[in-house]
């Protein structure tokens, strides 16, 4: 079996054109952690259920979120207010994203920015979490 180190796995934000290039969000240290796949269970039992255990179907699935840590720099284009994930926070938009793993496979799917949180600490590096909610299906190649 073969076995992965994580280190080099990459967040790519897509340019929304057609062919669609993706830019690698920068200086990220901690994840990115996701998707988290999960599909709801309806509990469809009735009176005539014969078993006496519940019953269930499947719902809706939900692909989950995308969080992670990045050293944040105001200049680079994917992290600032003008063109990165601040943003696209502010504008409440649904862009394409991407992870590449080491092993060269990828996932893409849609997704919005929902939190984008700074950290200042007086004896520490200036970093930043975030946040992305997929939107719809995950496509793994």
């Not at 920068?26 to 990115?32: L, V, Y």
Request: hydrophobic share 40%.
């Amino acid at each position: 079996m073969t076995r992965y180190a994580a280190k080099g796995t990459l967040l790519k934000k897509g340019d929304g054109a057609s062919p669609e290039a993706f830019a690698t969000v920068a200086q990220i240290f901690g994840g990115p952690d996701g998707p988290s796949l999960s599909q709801a269970a309806l509990d469809v039992t009735d009176h005539s259920s014969q078993s006496g255990f519940r019953e269930f179907i499947c719902g809706l699935k939900d692909a989950g979120e995308i969080s992670g840590e990045l050293h944040y720099d105001s200049a680079n284009a994917t992290h600032n207010a003008t063109a990165g994930l601040i943003k696209e926070l502010k504008d409440g938009t649904v862009k394409n994203y991407q992870i590449l793993f080491p092993d060269a496979s990828t996932v893409t799917f849609a997704a919005l920015v929902t939190a984008f949180e700074m950290a200042a600490p007086v004896d520490g590096k200036l970093t930043a979490s975030f946040t992305l909610k997929i939107s719809g299906l995950p496509v793994w190649a």
